[in-house]
């Protein structure tokens, strides 16, 4: 078995292309490496606390429309209670309303029915004035006969 020269110069040259390859090829890609790698990890853990803040967020946002529902559920009922009592209102000013009109028509009516029992009163006298005259064809004292007359109606008239 010899070694020749050529077989040692080629384990030189290879020995020094090995260190060459390591000093300027291997060990800035194996930083270039360990660098890319770094970064992966970050991007990683930076999609991780993404998630994480996702998920708070949308458990924020779920909690916030429950609130938001349950908010304007008691407003809905507030407004619908509200509204029944204007109703309530409504409904109690007009029938006191109409209660008020019919009192004033009843009094109308009566000061009515009143004007024209005056009114009869006075016609049934100056009619019963008029017979008398008429049978007695004599004219009477007015005043005490109308006087008289109106003593008999109102009792006669203002019972029926």
Do not use: C, W
Request: zero cysteines; hydrophobic letters at 50%.
């Amino acid at each position: 078995m010899s070694i020749d020269l050529t077989f040692i110069g080629q384990i030189v040259v290879f020995l020094a292309l090995l260190g060459l390859m390591k000093k300027y090829l291997y060990g800035p890609l194996s930083g270039l490496m360990a660098e890319r790698s770094e970064k992966i990890a970050k991007g990683l853990a930076a999609a991780d606390a993404g998630k994480e803040a996702r998920a708070r967020a949308e458990a924020e946002i779920a909690e916030q429309l429950k609130e938001a529902r349950v908010k304007a559920q008691e407003i809905l009922t507030a407004t619908e209670k509200r509204a029944a009592e204007i109703e309530e209102e409504i409904t109690i000013k007009a029938r006191s309303d109409a209660q008020q009109i019919m009192d004033a028509a009843r009094e109308e009516v009566g000061a009515e029915v009143n004007k024209a029992r005056q009114a009869l009163r006075k016609e049934v006298a100056n009619l019963a004035m008029l017979a008398a005259e008429r049978v007695l064809d004599v004219e009477l004292d007015e005043k005490r006969h109308a006087k008289l007359i109106d003593t008999v109606i109102s009792k006669e008239i203002g019972h029926a």
